[in-house]
């Protein structure tokens, strides 16, 4: 597949990882209080908390500097995809970690915070955006690490 192949899916992924994004905060916004606590399954739980800061809530209060990082994050982030080998897997790496970037960041320009949902044990509220960016992440460099291993064999 042609780099411009990988582009288009790449964008076809973010969109549809952005509109998801979007479509379950508004319904968690609309339906959990915030603070309130919904069981989903086992240790899964519902809850509505709004972070104005990075990761877990470091930087909270930054405002302009955290949307900078966020924008640098995205430049950085189309340097490394267009280094990685083109094709339908690096397209979805990348079209994850841009949608959820995108969706973040749609959140604060919006709201001026993250709105995150999703609460497991031992580790802080987060959101779909964020999992896609973890996710996306991971097999980007697992792509990155494996092509780079093909050419030493």
Known sequence: MSSAGTFTRLGLVAVLVLAADQ?????VVSSIEPGEVENVLGPLDLTLTYNDGIAFGLASGGGPIVLGLALVALFALGFFVASAPPGWPTAVAGGLILGGALGNLVDRLVRGEVVDFVM????????????AITVGVIA?????????GEGNG
Do not use: G
């Open 23 to 27: 479509a379950v905060k508004a319904v």
């Open 120 to 131: 497991v044990p031992f580790w802080p509220a987060f959101n779909l955006a964020d999992t």
């Open 140 to 148: 980007l460099a697992y792509i990155v690490i494996r092509s780079s």
